[in-house]
Every structure is written in C-alpha cells, then in structure tokens.
C-alpha cells in the first residue's frame, strides 16, 4: 500500500474486495477498483452514492477552500451522470477553529448546495483534538435516476471517441503554486498563471453538462494517479485499449513550468476538475458544444479499440502508457511543506 494516497490494486483486491460485509441483492454496483460510486437498487430506481474525506485548506480563503471540498465529493456521483440530490456530512474541526470560520465554511457548502439541487439530510459536527487541517471530516453524496442512464466509468467501447476537459495536473498546479508560490523558482507571471488552475477544480456542473448533451459511454475525474492513472482505469474497467495523441492533450498556463520546477509528471498528478470522457461518435460534436459553452476547455485526445492478446492497454503516439501508482504531487506537497516549517 502507498505511503500517501489512496490504497493500490493489489491491496484492494486482496483485502477489501473479498470482504465487503453482507452479500444483498440489492447492490446494484458495489466497491470497485476505480470506480468513483456505488449503485443500489430501490423499487426499480437506482440510488447512487460516493464518500470522499473533507479537506479544508484555509489558505485556499474559507470561502473557495469549502467550494472545493463540497465539489471533491459531488463529483464522485456527479460522474455516473446522475445529479446530485442529498448530502450526509461529518465534520471533525480542530479545536483551533473558530466559530465563525467554521460558520462560513458551513454557509458557503450551503449557498452551493442550493445552486446545485443538493439538500443535506443529517450529519456531524464537533472538535475534537489531535485534529489538523486539512482533513477535517468526510461526506456521502446521494443522487437518485433510472440504470440505464448511469455512465459508468467502465463503459467505454471500440470506437468512442476520448475527450479531456481542462487538462493534466491543474488541481496540484493550482494548490501547489496557490499554497507555496513563494517557494517555487518561476517568473512572477508563471505563478499568477499557476494559480488560476485553482478556478477549474470544479466539475459537477461539467459532468452533467456532458451526461446530458451525450451519449457518453464513460466518465472519469482525473484524480490522484492523474490522467495515466484514469486512462488505465478506464481501460482496464472495459477491457479495451486507448490510443492517444500525446500533441492533443491540452496543457493549461503553468502547468508544464510549475511540474517541471518541481520535477514530476503532470500526467501522473491529480487534477480534480479534469473529466476523462469516452463519448460514441454520433455524440462527439454534441459534448463538445455543450462544454464549450460553460467556457469549459475540451479536446480529443484519442480513441478506444478493442484489446489486443496484451489485454486492456493505454498507448499514447504508439507507447505503452503505465498506471503511476503513486501520485507524486503528495511527494511535491510534502517537500515544500517540509521547506515552510524547517
């Protein structure tokens, strides 16, 4: 298991996939390597649900810091193309947090939900010491629609289409600079550009933008492993291989100057606010236009075929693409932390 991050394959399918309490019917689509949520079955309907950790990050500003780690969890069900309708949350606040931070935290998550269609049904709230930013809690996000209009993100087929919204690494790029500007050894300029990332973390209103304007045949937010580490996911989850145009991928402003300074691979880093989306190609055009029009950045990067002997693979211009395993952007935090405390 890595150090940082979450767990890898090899973990999850020795320990946690054979042992997943009791065996009911009614788990549509239960705990799986790389999928965001599970699915349960409701009088014919499908609920859909995801659980993330909450993380605040006061520099990020209270206000934007609670925007970030409302959409971290949404996202997760926001994926599977059905919207997000109902919120369970915990917060566990460090004792050194004030009421009125905390209220604005609270009142921010709040105006959001409401913008979204999002209504909290019950929770948590208390301090507790030994507790440090940013983790403060975690929450369950809830979505109710029909099976057949769930995009998995293992559905992808010969022939899709592969569309990237934003690009790799504009989450760790955005926090990084936006967190320890100060310390990274790039023009005044670059780091503005850098921290701008921090505005295309969000992606619920993108994921159902894309679901809706569709068919998409699978979606998946580009999180920790990056976008390697989504595309073989999405591979491995369908059984097919990509092939992708590595001049196609889109590089946002500061990005590559940000990863190379700190010496890591932005396709390996997490990049919330990234969907990877395989859409059929009657609906290529449709996706496309409708994100265009939320400002939204998009391009095709590639295509999927069927496996060859080798078995579900990632090619980007004709190389085998590996799963990164381990994210580096937690190494990059950790060194610059590490630099603000000494």
């Known amino acids: 298991m890595s150090d940082l991050g979450k767990i890898d394959r090899a973990f999850f399918d020795h320990h946690i996939a054979p042992n997943l309490?009791?065996?009911?019917?009614d788990v549509a689509v239960g705990p799986t390597h790389g999928v965001d949520f599970g699915v349960l079955d409701i009088g014919g309907r499908a609920l859909v649900t995801a659980t993330d950790p909450l993380s605040i990050l006061p520099a990020l500003g209270l206000e934007r810091a609670a925007r970030f780690a409302l959409d971290l969890v949404l996202a997760d069900v926001a994926v599977s193309g059905?919207?997000?309708?109902?919120?369970?949350?915990?917060?566990?606040?460090?004792?050194?947090?004030?009421?009125?931070?905390?209220?604005?935290?609270?009142?921010?998550?709040?105006?959001?939900?409401?913008?979204?269609?999002?209504?909290?049904?019950?929770?948590?709230?208390?301090r507790y010491g030994d507790i440090s930013h940013p983790w403060v809690g975690?929450?369950?996000a809830m979505g109710v629609g029909d099976h057949e209009d769930i995009v998995r993100p293992d559905g992808a087929r010969p022939g899709d289409q592969l569309l990237l919204t934003n690009g790799p690494a504009v989450?760790?790029?955005?926090?990084?600079?936006?967190?320890?500007g100060d310390r990274i050894d790039l023009p005044d300029d670059v780091i503005v550009?850098?921290?701008?990332?921090?505005?295309?973390?969000?992606?619920?209103?993108?994921?159902?933008?894309?679901?809706?304007?569709?068919?998409?045949?699978?979606?998946?937010?580009?999180?920790?492993?990056?976008?390697?580490?989504?595309?073989?996911?999405?591979?491995d989850g369908a059984g097919v291989r990509f092939a992708i145009d590595r001049a196609a991928v889109p590089m946002r402003p500061g990005v590559r100057e940000v990863c190379d300074q700190l010496e890591f691979d932005p396709w390996a880093a997490t990049s919330c606010g990234s969907l990877l989306l395989a859409v059929d190609p009657d609906g290529v055009d449709a996706v496309h236009a409708a994100l265009e029009a939320r400002d939204t950045p998009v391009a095709e990067i590639g295509r999927v075929e069927a496996a060859g002997n080798e078995g579900s693979e990632v090619f980007v211009n004709g190389d085998r693409l590996e799963h990164p395993n381990?994210?580096?952007?937690?190494?990059a935090y950790a060194a610059l932390a590490g630099e603000t405390t000494d």
């Open 82 to 126: 059905v919207a997000p309708s109902h919120l369970s949350i915990c917060f566990t606040l460090p004792e050194g947090m004030t009421d009125d931070e905390f209220a604005t935290v609270w009142e921010t998550i709040h105006a959001e939900c409401v913008d979204l269609g999002v209504s909290v049904v019950t929770g948590h709230t208390a």
């Open 138 to 140: 975690a929450a369950t």
């Open 21 to 25: 309490g009791a065996d009911r019917d």
């Open 193 to 235: 550009d850098a921290q701008e990332r921090l505005e295309e973390v969000f992606s619920v209103r993108d994921a159902l933008t894309a679901a809706a304007a569709g068919p998409v045949t699978a979606m998946h937010d580009v999180t920790e492993g990056g976008l390697a580490g989504a595309c073989n996911e999405m591979a």
């Open 326 to 331: 381990t994210d580096p952007s937690w190494a």
């Open 171 to 180: 989450e760790s790029v955005g926090l990084l600079s936006t967190l320890f």
